[in-house]
């Protein structure tokens, strides 16, 4: 998996993308939790916040399939939920105040997250007193956030393509052997991950931290 | 389990912000406290683990998958803190990076997944293995307290939602609660899997160094105070007829107007009011006794299919 194929425009040129990061986030927040206040009946308001994220989306030049395609694959953890709301009186309403809600929060969090670099919206949470410990995580987990699932996909197939299994998907015998490949995976995994983290500290320590 | 923007009320998500502000504030104290400096790299590490085993899918009945949640597994290998800031950092990535949970909704996820989670997860854990020695009780303990972190996560995530005035309690509650009911039993199942190929692999990170990497009784109190609060203003309102905790915080601090708004979005029914409550209450809380017993019984079998008498006697 590529390293940034999700904030992958975040390193686009644009005057979006020139703002500082600190803005952006204050932005973002302010556009959120006004979306989130605004009573269904304000349905101008909810233009006036998409025709500005369309200009913001605009200006950032990020192609507009990639935005399209990141809200239709985000759609459905939030209309998942919603669904339930129209089994309720007045659940029509209901779904739609929170479908058009969602919606916009979505577009907004998509734009922030490929207009700011992760990196800078961590120097941001450091800037606002973040404990440090807290920040560090985040770092270090975005840094080998990539390289464990790709170790976890490696380790996967090659479990996969060495050991014999039931073909038939959906028998019994099959399923529990894939479960039980998974709990092996996922176990190795972990260990890896603490090997990594332990020849990581002695870097650390190699490049003078603390 | 994440909630998007646009499901919490105002007061929901400020109460539930600040209540995993200060959950993940008591970890870090006592991470920072207790954490070994060669520990600091593993608990991003941790982060990330948690990140790659959730994209790993296993198969479930009828053509659907599953993938881990992670909670109970990390806050039984580090402990409750590390696990809780571990858990945190996986749900504020996925917000900010992968869009997934709301920015507005994410102090709720937090409470719910990283503080409650590994809260109940850590709890049911420990007292099962205090009971059951050996390996048999390292993997029935692993196995139920999946469940129980899994279930006791939504019953909160359902809370919120009601008090939100989003969804009413009578179909969050069982919407919710009985579908991670069954996920629990997958939760259970693969938790306890990973931890028998750890023992096999490295049976040292079992051990009691693992454990140690957190102050159990502190941290177990201040986490298990911020999430007792917590359950008790979102979820205490509908389990009876107590006063509704979070209204009144809502009131006193003078953010009550949204409570205005509250009728132009749903019209909750608070299944209080409704005739033949009792028997709903006591059928509830009956559903609830037998689905635990049969988790319950579940992780026992499955005991009984991973380990085999000779080698759990040996042990």
Known sequence: MHHDFLDRFGRLDSPVHRLPAALKLALALIFVFVTVALPLSAWEWFIGLLATLVAVAALSRIPWLFLLKRLLFLEPFVLGVAVLMLIQPNGGRVFATIFVRSTLCLLTMVLLSNTTPFAAILQVLRYVRVPALFVTTLALMYRYLFVLVDEAERMHRARASRTFAPKTFGNYAHRIHLWQMLGTVIGQLFVRSTERAERIYAAMLARGWR | ?315
Request: with cysteine; charged share 10%.
């Open chain 2, 1 to 315: 389990m994440h909630i998007p923007d646009g499901f919490l009320d105002a007061k929901t998500a400020v109460a539930s912000a600040v209540l995993s502000a200060a959950g993940v504030g008591v970890a870090l104290r006592q991470a920072r406290k207790t954490l070994p400096a060669r520990r600091v790299p593993l608990l991003g590490l941790a982060a990330a683990f948690v990140f790659a085993a959730q994209m790993l899918n296993f198969p479930v009945a009828g053509g659907t998958s599953g993938h881990l949640i992670g909670a109970t597994l990390v806050a039984v290998l580090l402990g409750p803190s590390a696990a809780a800031i571990a858990l945190a950092a996986v749900l504020v990535v996925q917000c900010f990076l992968f869009n997934d949970g709301g920015l507005t909704a994410l102090g709720a996820n937090i409470f719910n997944m990283a503080i409650v989670a590994t809260l109940v997860g850590y709890g049911v854990y420990r007292l099962v293995r205090r009971f059951v020695p050996g390996q048999r009780g390292l993997i029935l303990a692993a196995a139920f307290a999946s469940w129980c972190s899994t279930v006791v996560a939504a019953i909160s995530c359902a809370g919120q939602l009601a008090i939100s005035g989003t969804m009413p309690w009578s179909v969050s509650f069982p919407a919710m609660v009985g579908v991670h009911m069954l996920i629990g039993i997958g939760e259970g199942l693969i938790t306890a899997l990973v931890i028998l190929a750890i023992a096999r692999l490295r049976a040292d990170l079992l051990g009691d160094a693992a454990l140690s990497v957190a102050a159990p009784v502190t941290t177990f109190v201040g986490l298990g105070l911020v999430a007792a609060l917590g359950l008790a203003l979102f979820v205490s309102p509908f389990a009876c007829k107590w006063p509704d905790g979070l209204e009144k915080v809502a009131a006193t601090l003078g953010f009550e107007y949204h409570a205005i708004e509250k009728p132009l979005l749903a019209a909750p029914i608070p299944d209080y009011t409704l005739p033949g409550i009792h028997s709903a209450v006591v059928a509830t809380a009956l559903a609830g006794v037998i689905g635990t017993v049969v988790a319950f019984a579940l992780a026992f079998v499955l005991v009984r299919v991973l380990i085999p008498r000779p080698t759990s006697e040996s042990h």
